[in-house]
């Protein structure tokens, strides 16, 4: 089983930015799929962006979209999500996934981080 670490969340107010980390132990073309999701109290589990091992992306949430920056750093097995512009309803449990499937979907994930939090305030 794959393990993922996640880092970075925090608090910051409206029009912050973040930076969060996912390490994994083991990142190759055999799960080349890791994603960020997120999960507010009382909502489901939604995915925020994908990304292949190759550097292919792919944004989950619309909402997300100009604002968040998926990135990898295949030598390190650690992807990224660079957040900016953050509004307050981007507060949530920010979590990370690998996956043999590159779907925006949580059931397609198998291994997945403890989460990080971020928390944005007005």
């Known amino acids: 089983q794959v393990q993922l670490v996640e880092s970075g969340g925090g608090s910051v107010q409206t029009g912050g930015s973040l930076r969060l980390s996912c390490a994994a132990s083991?990142?190759?073309?055999?799960?080349?799929?890791m994603a960020w999701f997120r999960q507010a109290p009382g909502k489901e589990r939604e995915g925020v962006a994908r990304?292949?091992?190759?550097?292919?992306?792919?944004y989950c949430a619309d909402s997300v979209k100009g604002r968040f920056t998926i990135s990898r750093d295949s030598a390190k097995n650690t992807v990224y999500l660079q957040m900016n512009s953050l509004k307050p309803e981007d507060t949530a449990m920010y979590y990370c996934?690998?996956?043999?499937?590159?779907?925006?979907?949580?059931?397609?994930?198998?291994?997945w981080g403890q989460g990080t939090q971020v928390t944005v305030s007005s």
């Open positions: 990304i292949h091992i190759s550097g292919g992306t792919a």
């Open positions: 996934a690998i996956s043999s499937w590159g779907t925006c979907l949580s059931r397609d994930y198998n291994s």
């Open positions: 083991l990142y190759t073309y055999s799960t080349p799929y």
